[in-house]
């Protein structure tokens, strides 16, 4: 195969964008052979490629090599499990699932090696993140202690959540914050400090905006090794906060506004605790700026390497199955919060879907819904 012949299932803003990027020439060793969409006048600006009115038809046209899923979450799972048993490369819009037992569904209809399934986790391109992520595993830090990430510069307004039917409802979308913006987060979360072992959230609904699910979340979480975390998100505050303070043996990592500062110890903070015979000492401190080098690629570099890797075997930057871990966060915050309780992970995955099922089945939220530019959210696509 010396070029990949892709179909888009779901022309909303997101597949839109990726078609046009595309036709556009950006991505090397792919091309745009068909699109698939249940509204066809979206696929109207793309009279270069052929259109299917379902996703069945064009996984078993023979016309597409891959596709990638970038309808509403739900359908993520149906479409995914019946490309991947057609014998079809597959890349899916985050989240991969609504619920974990979906996404383990997902992620084990994945039986074929020589088949690449990758999920669109473009802030693995971030060059803040991944230099975050070297120096973590590097050891010069030590062991973590803490990790606070306030991120709550997500704002919506409410013709945002007016957009579409299916948005900010259990039927429609299975979240709000947490399912919607967050699972980039929630993936870095997970990628740069593993998964926690558990989870007391607090999530409020329609605290900000007329919606029946979650737009403000405070989570606590404690890891493998004692360390604890808090995750604070939000859709209703502006200007908004995306900081990540991260405590370490080595003093205090911050990762703010796209620039790394590390205040770090000279010594340890517990061999210095272990130590020193000062009543109020503390160890002195080097004030030291991180460099970023390169640019993120987003959503482009990300398909990128997914050609790569039909066409090359290079590695994935995201494979599928890791965003089971960011679909778990997501459900173990939701879980908590309708339970009062702890959750220990890994969760228990049919317990969540029973949860989710019942509000589906008693909602009489009434949606609101209007017409607006798809131009608008590109403004919303973060590298």
Known sequence: ????????????????????????????????????????????????????????????SGEVDAVLIATPHYDHTTIGIDALENGLHVMVEKPISVHKADAVALVAAHRRPEQVFAAMFNQRTNRGYLKMRDLIRSGELGEI???NWIVTDWFRSAIYYSSG???????????????????????????????????????????????????????????????????????????????MEV????????????????????????????????????????????????????????????????????????????????VELANAMLLSTFRDRTVELPMDADEYAGELEQRIQSSVFKKKVVDVSADDFARSFQA
């Not at 605290?207 to 998100?233: L, R, S």
């Not at 640019?295 to 599928?320: C, R, T």
């Open 247 to 326: 405590t370490v043996e080595r003093g205090r990592l911050v990762f703010q506004n796209g620039a790394i500062h590390l205040e770090r110890n000279e010594v340890p903070m517990s061999e210095y605790g272990r130590t020193t015979d000062q009543l109020f000492g503390r160890p002195e401190t080097w004030d030291v700026r991180i460099p970023i080098s390169g640019q993120s690629g987003g959503h482009n570099e990300v398909l990128q390497n997914f050609a790569d890797a039909i066409l090359e075997g290079k590695p994935l930057i995201a494979p599928a199955a890791e965003g089971l871990n960011s």
């Open 145 to 147: 202690r803490r990790i």
């Open 165 to 243: 039917a299916w948005r900010a409802t259990w039927a429609g979308e299975g979240g709000g914050v947490l399912m919607n913006q967050c699972p980039h987060n929630l993936d870095m979360l997970q990628w740069l400090f593993g998964m926690p072992s558990k989870v007391r959230a607090f999530c409020r609904f329609g605290q900000y905006h007329d919606i029946e699910v979650e737009d403000e979340v405070t989570a606590w979480m404690e890891f493998p090794n004692g360390a604890t975390g808090i995750f604070i998100t939000s859709t209703g505050e502006a200007p908004g906060t995306n900081r």
């Open 1 to 60: 195969m010396k070029e990949v012949r892709l179909g888009i299932v779901g022309v909303g803003n997101m597949g839109g964008a990726h078609a046009r990027s595309i036709l556009d020439g950006k991505i090397r060793g792919l091309s745009l052979a068909a699109l698939c969409d249940l509204v066809p006048e979206k696929m109207a600006p793309f009279q270069q490629v052929r259109h299917f009115a379902t996703s069945g038809e064009m996984i078993r």
